[in-house]
């Protein structure tokens, strides 16, 4: 009874605030807009900008001579070529290995499922700095050996070579076939294949002409994650190739940024050359769109079923050999070599015990400031773009899903864009908004470093609290607004708890690739503020392998204990 | 104890028009039953009046006051309007226990510790929930959720409470059960109850007024359940209140025809409540038409069902097959009727519509 007397009496006080005070919904909208537009937008624009006009005016010399530069269409040549045998051979890996655990009934598959994701964990610089030790051409722990062995004048494999960058690609992005096959090999409805056998269709004929077209989709998805990953990627190229000038577009711009050192025509030059690599990577999204949109099947349910294992006889355990070996070098092999380097007194000595210390770790962790800056840095980092993305990335989904305001399409597509761009790119833009283009210059500083990492990784908390919002229907929040709470209390009290499992993952999807990235801040960093992966870099750019080495190790083991946490923290929450 | 009033709303989803200038008076102290079809704007004009959406025309007052008016800018936002409301889809916060959720709408609106206690208590024990205090929603059916929404529907207003197919979920005993329920809340407690639903049966036995709207949004007839029943204002109330039988009338020369490809005469005085100048439609209930020998009328049964306490007949009159229904009752203690049969009809209480195209259902 009081509630509707409390009602009438503030009639008059409402009807003068509505209409004048700026509602929730669209306080939520106007900021979401805003912040996008700073982070993503104007950086963007400022990459295009810079390279079509100079001083004001339309100028396309630039990007004509960055065209015709017989170097950078080299780096385009190698580039498309990286990325197509990557894209090839990870196809065919991924779909192969994706088989067998799915499909087959060779014994051990939960140990090597879980070993198949490892390479998902790391940074695939690491792996090429791993390579790099083992089979450089003059200094490879296993071309030396080998020479010895056979008194040959030349090395065996160079992996300083487009080859030796097609393998190491291959060996870290096979998973996102692998992955997304398994899974969905795993939810296909296996009758599809028994009625196949039942109607007298063969084994091989049934993989062929049922299975694989089934999951087809499934490839495709995964193909186009290598492709577009290999077209923008800068870790892998960058180690094994600087020393022998063999370049990629990503490595070609970071050649170019760094060369330029800070000076602006440089910066141009490389925002020209991005725009270039962006055009790349556009038309890959653009196949992808097509390709995907073909040949999609239904009969891929969401419910999980026993699927029919196919019996494998005597070619089991030639497979689980073959399985092992490879596993053995994909994952195995680098990590224990890095491990190993890691504890060597000096780069060169042979692996034996007598050569081992722990000094490597002691200066990296406890002496060395820059080491020491660059942990609290990549910390800080990402804990603070973590933080700053789940919240924003919530505050955008509830715009787009819920708010549903004129230009949510827009705001949608503004949010996951930086996800497609080469984190390269991005770097060069956001060098051009904030270093003095509108009055601020944060360039040197850790704040540069944060915009970036923001922008690069607002798509996945995006996406994780999108995902979780749509399943949070209008009524628990209209029910919560009818009891006497307010807008903002129904948010607090209804949909933010609803959707807290998905900001929990969408912070540590954040979180743990923030850690070690590198492509980013390679480009943005400053004298004091090295992240942990650009601290590794520089080591093994300066040529303390050793101790590269020793912090490459340190970081893959604070990698496993922030994977294995996430596990823990998520299992937990499973049931909410 | 509130009432409700409607004025000249319209509302719009983006373009498309979804109610148009609907005015309706809710009084205090009744139980109004919104009927239609699904998909009518039943949900949406209550969302207007929940203040979930803004409607483009109109003014909607709660006892008076005017709580969202277009042309004066006022909008009560909807915590403020103190309407329980009972969603379609429960809208029982998963995140939360049975009594949490019963108890939120009082913590919010800042009642005393021990008379939230009571009341939730109070409230649980009529919804028949007592003993699930501490359930979480998922190890509920979706009729117990249902009652918990009920309930904490009941502790958010003891003005208007607003029941959206509140019973769609329970099975046939317990819906009768919460029917009685729900009568005697309001009969104790005198709360204004509006009850949406697209079953005319249970509204006819629970609410006091049903009003009744036609799939464009349009309200067709305000009333009792007896005066639907009775003066059914067209030819879609009239169907939607329950199975019908409609047989397209000619008048030809001072008599009246069955226009059913042969036609065949029934009346040589102008029927009651026959259109003139109209083309017309006879309405007529299952119930109401008679086997009579007398009659000049004459069917054939095509063929029959028993339906335990009724038969249902279908009935071919000229290419029109009519449904008739007879209690098993009258049945056993008259003649048999078979399959093949030739028998006369009389027709009872006839109604007249207007034959148009549209309102063929």
Known sequence: ?576 | MASVKFENITINYGKKNIIKNLSMDIRENEIMGLVGPSGCGKTTLIRALCGFIKPVTGNIYLNDHLVYSQEKRINIPPEKRGIGVVFQDYAVWPHLSVWENVVYPMKKHKVPKDEIQKRATYALEQVRMTGYERHMPSQLSGGQQQRVAIARALVSSDELIILDEPITNLDAKLREKMIIEIQMIQKKIGTTIIYITHDQETALKLCNRISIMEPDGTLVQIGTGEEITKTPKNRFVFTFIGVTNFIPIIEKNGSWYFNVDDEIEFSHNMPAGYLKGKKNVMGIRPTDIMFDESSKIKGKIAHSVFLGDQYDYFVQLGSKELRIQRNSFDIASGREYNEGDIVGLSFLHPYYFEDTKEASL
């Open chain 1, 1 to 576: 009874m009081s509630l509707f007397r409390a009602a009438s009496h503030q009639n008059s006080d409402l009807s003068k605030l509505d209409g004048k005070k700026i509602s929730l919904d669209n306080t939520l909208t106007i900021l979401s807009f805003v912040i996008l537009i700073i982070v993503v937008v104007i950086p963007m624009t400022m990459i295009v900008y810079n390279t079509f006009f100079f001083k004001g005016k339309l100028d396309t010399r630039l990007f004509n001579e960055i065209i015709a530069n017989p170097e950078n269409i080299s780096a385009m040549r190698n580039t498309i070529i990286v990325a197509f045998w990557v894209t090839l051979f990870g196809t065919i890996i991924g779909v192969f290995f994706a088989w067998l655990l799915g499909r087959s009934d060779i014994p051990l598959k939960g140990m090597m499922r879980s070993m198949f994701t490892i390479p998902y964990m790391f940074p695939p610089f690491f792996g090429a700095m791993a390579w790099d030790l083992l089979l450089s051409p003059r200094g490879g722990y296993f071309n030396k050996w080998f020479m010895n062995l056979t008194g040959m004048k030349t090395a065996p494999i160079n992996i300083n070579s487009l080859g030796g960058i097609i393998f190491v690609e291959t060996s870290y992005y096979f998973p996102f076939v692998f992955m997304q096959v398994v899974s969905a090999l795993e939810r296909m409805d296996p009758t599809l294949e028994e009625s196949a056998r039942i109607a007298g269709a063969g084994q091989g004929y049934v993989i062929r002409k049922i299975t694989l077209p089934l999951v087809r989709p499934a490839i495709s998805a995964g193909a186009f994650l290598i492709l577009i990953s290999s077209l923008s990627h800068f870790g892998v190229p960058s180690i094994l190739g600087f020393s022998q000038n063999i370049f990629t577009l990503p490595t070609k711009i970071y050649q170019l940024i760094s060369r330029a050192s800070g000076e602006f025509q440089g910066i141009r030059e490389g925002a020209a050359l991005s725009v270039l690599l962006v055009i790349v990577v556009m038309l890959a999204l653009i196949l992808q769109k097509i390709v995907l949109k073909s040949g999609r099947y239904d009969i891929i349910k969401g419910k999980s079923m026993r699927p029919m294992l196919i019996k494998l006889r005597k070619a089991k355990y030639p497979l689980l050999i073959l399985s092992f070996a490879s596993l053995f070098v994909i994952v195995v092999v680098p990590l224990v070599m890095i491990f190993l380097v890691g504890l060597l007194k000096a780069y060169g000595l042979s692996l034996t015990p007598n050569n081992f210390t722990f000094n490597n770790y002691k200066n990296v962790l406890f002496e060395s400031k820059m080491v020491k800056d660059s942990i609290f840095n990549s910390l800080f980092l990402s804990i603070s773009a973590g933080l700053i993305c789940m919240f924003l990335g919530v505050m955008v989904a509830y715009v787009i899903n819920k708010i549903k305001p004129y230009g949510k399409g827009l705001l949608e597509i503004i949010s996951v864009l930086p996800y497609s761009i080469p984190g390269m790119v991005l770097a060069i833009g956001v060098i051009l908004a904030w270093s003095g283009a509108f009055g601020i210059n944060l360039y040197n500083t850790i704040w540069i470093i944060l915009i970036a990492y923001i922008a690069r990784y607002l798509a996945f908390s995006m996406k994780s609290a999108s995902a979780s919002l749509q399943q949070v229907h209008y009524s628990l929040e209209e029910a919560a607004r009818s009891c006497g709470a307010s807008h903002m209390q129904s948010l607090t009290d209804v949909t933010v708890p609803l959707i807290r499992p998905a900001m929990v993952s969408g912070f540590f999807l954040i979180f743990l690739p923030a850690m070690r990235e590198l492509t980013t801040s390679v480009l943005l960093y400053g004298p004091f503020t090295r992240t942990l992966g650009v601290a590794i870099y520089s080591l093994k750019t300066d040529g303390n392998l050793v101790q590269a080495s020793a912090l490459a190790s340190f970081t893959i083991l604070l990698i496993i204990v922030c994977n294995a946490l996430v596990r823990f923290i998520t299992k937990d929450r499973k049931g909410v």
